[in-house]
């Protein structure tokens, strides 16, 4: 029996039934093979969690939409490794959600700024871009120096994040299994009961919007932006390490 | 419809099927272009999967049979073709990579002073460190060295250095980074005080008409141990390249915006509110983010911007 486009057409169940496998194999090969293939995150060492202070920057971030302008993801191009930094890997956006690698770029990509300027030119920068960037077109964001910070909900905050698997620690089995992995001190800053205090403690330590007196929104996000693609130490790896993860 | 239905009636047949009546659908075959570009693209997409990797099998996936050698630790490695490979070779061995090597060999091995007599090298420095600097210094110091605003970062671009001009120092500035500190004095120094300092700073360098009296006052807290001023910028108020305090004799004002004061008052009430307040400045170490090499050629660049010592 011949073969003819019209036995399909004609016949609305069969057509929606072979359109479904259609789109079902596609995606099936593209998305099931993400769940098994366990090489594709490298192993690294350094990458953590971020502390309750960058975690509710990080929301800040995402709050004023930086995101729309800024790229967090370094790509393995030749122009984009001499400006950048080394290239971003699976493994830095592995406690990201949502992660910030963007598609497009207004602005310059953020996934390595970290430590490349100091607090004062990011408080700076940030209330008025263009007294420090005159030809920058980025908005002035004024007012996260002006509001404090709220941090009441903050060990909400990383129960939801603990939801999705990043480790914040809740039981004390939980916090042992941190100390194991990232040592004491960075472990009592996952651990979701004293997620205040912590948060607190490290505005004070750190006071990156320059006024020590207040825990300000300012405070929290510098604290982001200063973490950012700096949790790697590149100098102990080899150049082709990386590239058997693919 | 009757008369469109008659000029392609004989030669394109329909479904055969009428809605309405008249409502007719024709059956015409793909266009032959259409259907021999889709068989193309089958075509191709076998050639893909048998050159790249593609498919996924289990917990792995098949590699394609392209493959890419690159160096690593001094040993050549050969893998199955990959971005990260492929972005490895190229920094390694692409035409651009290689171009510039060529360079920035000769600039490594070349000493400060041998760069700076050498037009051919400082070509090429001037090029490359330009948007070395355009990527990770501008943000602070300006495009060229001149910050959009005095206060919060050096001006590069001025015969002024803080923390020495000569081609070491700056090496070393760029390398480690600088930690810029004035205590604050609003505490220890009473209304009075400050203004008498203030007076007499700004009367080192001609910037006021200043009252004889306060500056001389102020003299007496900034020589003395009331102030104790002259540990960092010294008798002559001339500064140290070795804690990085301000020569105050001269037109350059590096924190207090003194030239863009209108009058005096002004002018005193900016150089007050920083021996009031101090300084706190730092600049971030670069040598963990940049090489050796690109070091080298930033140093030679903001030598040469402000007229280097």
Redesign the interface.
């Known amino acids: 029996m011949k073969f003819t486009h019209?036995k399909i057409e004609i016949n609305v169940g069969l057509m929606m039934f072979l359109t479904m496998l259609a789109i079902g194999i596609g995606g099936l090969?593209e998305i099931?093979?993400l769940f098994?293939?366990?090489d594709t995150i490298e192993k690294v060492e350094g990458v953590r969690p971020y502390t309750p202070l960058e975690q509710r920057g990080r929301d800040i971030y995402t709050r004023e939409g930086c995101y729309l302008c800024h790229s967090q993801m370094i790509r393995?191009?030749?122009d984009e490794?001499?400006?950048y930094?080394h290239?971003s890997l699976a493994a830095e956006s592995q406690y990201d959600h949502p992660f910030q690698w963007g598609s497009k770029r207004t602005g310059p990509d953020l996934a390595r700024v970290g430590?490349?300027?100091?607090?004062?030119?990011h408080v700076?920068?940030l209330i008025a871009p263009?007294?420090?960037?005159?030809e920058s077109i980025m908005p002035n964001y004024p007012w996260l120096l002006k509001n404090d910070l709220d941090y009441s909900d903050m060990a909400d905050r990383m129960r939801a994040l603990k939801a999705v698997g990043v480790p914040y620690s809740e039981t004390e089995a939980e916090y042992q299994a941190n100390v194991e992995q990232f040592g004491q001190e960075a472990a009592d800053k996952f651990n979701i009961h004293t997620a205040e205090e912590t948060l607190l403690a490290e505005a004070q330590a750190n006071d990156f919007d320059g006024d020590p007196t207040r825990v300000t929104e300012m405070d929290a996000l510098v604290a982001y932006l200063q973490v950012l693609g700096t949790m790697v130490d590149f100098?102990k790896y080899?150049?082709?390490?990386?590239?058997?993860?693919? | 419809m009757a008369d469109q239905q008659q000029t392609h009636g004989n030669a394109v047949q329909t479904t055969g099927h009428a809605w309405d009546g008249d409502l007719q659908e024709f059956n015409n075959p793909l266009p032959t272009w259409w259907l021999w570009t889709f068989y193309a693209t089958i075509v191709f997409a076998l050639v893909y999967w048998i050159l790249y990797p593609a498919w996924p099998i289990g917990n792995s996936f098949t590699k394609g049979i392209n493959t890419i050698t690159f160096e690593s630790n001094g040993e050549q490695v050969t893998t199955h073709w990959n971005t990260r490979s492929l972005f490895i070779k190229e920094m390694q061995s692409g035409e651009q990579a290689l171009k510039q090597q060529a360079y920035l060999q000769k600039v490594n091995d070349a000493s400060y002073e041998q760069i700076q007599n050498d037009p051919e090298m400082m070509g090429f420095v001037n090029a490359k460190a330009k948007s070395l600097f355009g990527d990770n210094c501008a943000a602070c110091h300006g495009i060229g060295g001149a910050p959009a605003m005095v206060g919060l970062f050096p001006n590069l671009s001025d015969d002024a250095w803080l923390w020495g001009g000569k081609v070491d120092q700056i090496e070393q500035t760029i390398a480690s980074g600088r930690h810029g500190f004035m205590p604050a004095f609003g505490a220890t120094f009473s209304d009075q005080q400050l203004d008498q300092v203030a007076n007499y700073v700004l009367s080192l360098s001609g910037a006021i008409a200043a009252d004889p009296a306060k500056v001389a006052a102020g003299q007496k807290i900034f020589q003395g141990e009331t102030g104790g001023c002259y540990y960092c910028h010294t008798k002559q108020a001339t500064g140290m390249a070795s804690v990085g305090s301000a020569n105050l004799t001269d037109a350059i004002w590096t924190v207090a915006d003194v030239p863009g004061a209108g009058s005096d008052e002004e002018k005193i009430a900016r150089v007050r509110s920083v021996i009031e307040k101090g300084v706190q400045r730092t600049m971030p170490a670069w040598k963990d983010r940049l090489s050796a090499a690109d070091i080298k050629l930033l140093t030679v660049y903001v030598h040469g911007l402000g007229g280097g010592q």
């Open positions: 019209e090969v099931v093979p098994y293939i366990k393995p191009f030749r490794a001499m400006r930094g290239y430590g490349k300027y100091n607090n004062q030119w700076q920068h263009r007294s420090v960037v005159p100098s080899d150049e082709g390490y990386f590239a058997e993860f693919r």
